[in-house]
């Protein structure tokens, strides 16, 4: 059932998540408020500190970067379900503010589903442009990651799935790319590690065929890393 003056999707899942969120969408559209007194509380970096964000949705959010990356000055400022309008919004605020070396980008999954409303590819590839050129802007290098594949493998994954069509990820996958190599950007490409033979995430990488687990993230970690040096390089 959907809520008055939010068109259904189709997707009773998503329509009732997104009615959830409307007190979200009208007071803090970008949830500014969830890593405030974070921010306010994060020391300055030390001086050669490789500070590196990871910014991003649930994907980044879930990541608990101090168990893969020990020992790393690495934030983690994902909040789960946002799309890229969302993160645009808070693109300073979480990233810029915080003075890091480099700033790890993955988005997009949310607005194929269209968690915050239909969007057109060309959109999220200017949202995704807007952030790299605020990054640029203030000297912080930019690390866009590919988007991750999804399976329906199991009956948790068929949801998120029907909501993220593989050739839509495929298509921002390849603009991405191009728009690293035309910009001289690290490409973080999670995808070609992750899939298989259908072109589906691997079963074994994600439960619910969307969030990685524990095998997942450790093939995203060396993944990652090597972005990074590269980026600070």
Not at 3 to 25: E, H, K, N, V, W
Not at 131 to 143: E, F, H, K, P, S
Request: proline share 6%.
């Amino acid at each position: 059932m959907s809520t008055p003056g939010i068109p259904p999707t189709g997707f009773p899942g998503l329509d009732q998540y997104r009615a959830s969120r409307i007190a979200m969408f009208t007071d803090d559209y970008g949830q500014l408020a969830r890593y405030r007194d974070a921010n306010a509380a994060l020391a300055a970096p030390t001086a050669g500190e490789n500070r590196v964000v990871f910014f991003g949705d649930s994907i980044t959010d879930i990541w608990k970067l101090a168990d893969y990356f020990p020992g790393k000055p690495y934030v983690n400022r994902g909040i789960g379900g946002q799309t890229t309008p969302q993160m645009l919004v808070r693109f300073r605020q979480d990233v810029i503010d915080l003075h890091p070396k480099v700033v790890v980008i993955l988005a997009g999954t949310n607005d194929i589903a269209g968690n915050t409303g239909p969007i057109r590819n060309e959109d999220i590839e200017s949202d995704l442009a807007s952030m790299a050129d605020l990054a640029r802007a203030n000297g912080i290098r930019v690390v866009f990651s590919s988007l991750l594949p999804v399976h329906n493998y199991t009956e948790r994954s068929k949801d998120f799935f029907a909501q993220r069509p593989p050739a839509r990820i495929q298509q921002l996958n390849d603009w991405l790319k191009q728009y690293c190599v035309k910009n001289k950007i690290a490409y973080l490409d999670y995808l070609t590690a992750m899939v298989d033979d259908k072109g589906l995430l691997k079963k074994d990488l994600a439960d619910d065929g969307l969030h990685p687990n524990d095998a997942g993230y450790k093939i995203m970690v060396p993944l990652a890393e090597a972005a990074i040096a590269k980026a600070i390089k």
